[in-house]
């Protein structure tokens, strides 16, 4: 089991480098934003972080690195700024990327309230995992999953309540054996399916460990 940190050699093998002055993207594991994400003492980081640590040295508590160039998978040393969570913020508006409109009203909403609502429920009352319904609605699994845990499509009115066979999967799954997990997608070449076979839990369980902190 490999539960180490990766190398900078391993590490910049992974990046796509061009001129100094050009964006180095991450060619690894991204999420849904674009960052790059790479295993690091048991848990996924955001690669561009990582960067920083190796050109610069350790990030000191409470900062966080931003990105000169706008663009979440470059890893460019160049290009990474050091600052505070309000600096990002400011950035954020600066570049116009600031959400006033949420839930029905964004223009860009693939769901309705009443789409949220039957996945909630659906859920809750076991007839449709994640996976499932991440296809019915066509839409990417973190966002099924942010609805059921009401981080997306927030409502005050609805409380979620891990299902029985939740708990029961992820006490099955050890510390050292979600370290691994994430170690191995990290590497590339497997999906959440085949993890989810070879550990005996469902593609959602899989999903939750590389997602958390868990």
């Not at 990766?6 to 990046?15: G, H, I």
């Not at 610069?56 to 890893?75: A, Q, T």
């Not at 019915?136 to 009401?150: C, D, E, M, P, S």
Request: proline share 4%; net charge positive; with cysteine.
């Amino acid at each position: 089991m490999r539960t180490h940190n990766t190398t900078p050699e391993r590490f910049w093998s992974k990046v796509l480098m061009s001129t100094p002055d050009a964006c180095w993207e991450w060619k690894g594991m991204r999420q849904h934003s674009g960052h790059g994400r790479i295993s690091w003492n048991g848990r996924l980081e955001a690669a561009h972080r990582i960067a920083w640590m190796f050109t610069y040295g350790p990030i000191p508590e409470g900062k966080v690195i931003r990105h000169s160039c706008d663009n979440p998978p470059c890893c460019n040393p160049a290009h990474l700024l050091i600052g505070t969570q309000l600096d990002n913020i400011a950035d954020r508006v600066a570049r116009g990327r600031t959400r006033s409109a949420k839930g029905e009203a964004n223009p860009g909403a693939k769901l309705t309230q009443s789409d949220v609502d039957f996945i909630r429920e659906q859920y809750a009352t076991e007839r449709m995992n994640q996976t499932q319904l991440a296809r019915k609605f066509g839409v990417a699994l973190h966002t099924v999953w942010g609805i059921i845990r009401n981080t997306h499509w927030r409502s005050d009115a609805y409380t979620y309540v891990p299902r029985k066979n939740y708990v029961t999967q992820h006490r099955k799954v050890s510390r050292d054996a979600r370290r691994e997990i994430r170690n191995r997608y990290a590497q590339g070449g497997i999906s959440y399916s085949q993890l989810a076979r070879e550990y005996g839990v469902t593609a959602g369980c899989i999903f939750q460990i590389m997602h958390s902190d868990y």
